[in-house]
T-cell receptor, first 112, second 113 residues
Framework: GNSVTQMEGPVTLSEEAFLTINCTYT??????LFWYVQYPGEGLQLLPK?????DKGSNKGFEATYRKETTSFHLEKGSVQVSDSAVYFC???????????FGQGTRLTINP | DVKVTQSSRYLVKRTGEKVFLECVQD?????MFWYRQDPGLGLRLIYF???????EKGDIPEGYSVSREKKERFSLILESASTNQTSMYLC????????????FGPGTRLTVT
């Protein structure tokens, strides 16, 4: 079946550092991939998405790149802020499917 | 902006009680979802509805039921709450043609004592 694997957390960075969170997946066909963020005490919010191979998406200063040849979907941000401290989830849906498969989440802490 | 609201942020119930969790979305989305989120287990899908009165079991439907009488509202029902149902419950919605772009409510933290 489909699955998503995220890099182990927690991740701790200093403010203004460069952020990369890695995600790899197993799926049949050509899935769509998504990043979600969950701030403390809140629900999940959609970040970048990519709907085809070698697609790049950006949202709220984050950029995500989908690499079909390595079945990966990495999230990056050039300069993180304390307010980016949250849990980040990678997710996929098969083309035409309605449901998402989520990774386990990566907890990110940014220190001032 | 899409808005998904849940009836309570925090709820405390006793074992054996019948519990209703309500979710409302204002974007005319066809799909609605109920998840539970537990430390170390991530998000798990309980039930999914793709239309009014239509539902599909997710990964962990045991002990839960759902109701969708109107397009904008999706209810999760715990017929007889148990302590192992203490969890964070998240509702989400999406358009049918964009199933992966789900919009989440703020969550209900349910404690069953």
């Amino acid at each position: 079946g489909n699955s998503v694997t995220q890099m182990e957390g927690p991740v701790t960075l200093s403010e203004e550092a460069f952020l990369t969170i890695n995600c790899t997946y197993t799926a049949t066909g050509y899935p769509s991939l998504f990043w979600y963020v969950q701030y403390p005490g809140e629900g999940l919010q959609l970040l970048p998405k990519a709907t085809k191979a070698d697609d790049k998406g950006s949202n709220k200063g984050f950029e995500a790149t989908y690499r079909k040849e390595t079945t990966s979907f990495h999230l990056e941000k050039g300069s993180v802020q304390v307010s980016d401290s949250a849990v980040y989830f990678c997710a996929l849906s098969e083309r035409g499917a309605q449901k998402l498969v989520f990774g386990q989440g990566t907890r990110l802490t940014i220190n001032p | 902006d899409v808005k998904v609201t849940q009836s309570s942020r925090y709820l405390v119930k006793r074992t054996g009680e019948k519990v209703f969790l309500e979710c409302v979305q204002d974007m005319d989305h066809e799909n609605m979802f109920w998840y539970r989120q537990d430390p170390g287990l991530g998000l798990r899908l309980i039930y999914f509805s793709y239309d009014v009165k239509m539902k599909e079991k997710g990964d962990i439907p045991e002990g839960y039921s759902v109701s969708r009488e109107k397009k904008e509202r999706f209810s999760l029902i715990l017929e007889s709450a148990s302590t192992n149902q203490t969890s964070m419950y998240l509702c989400a919605s999406s358009f049918a043609y964009r199933g992966g772009e789900q919009y989440f409510g703020p969550g209900t933290r349910l404690t069953v004592t």
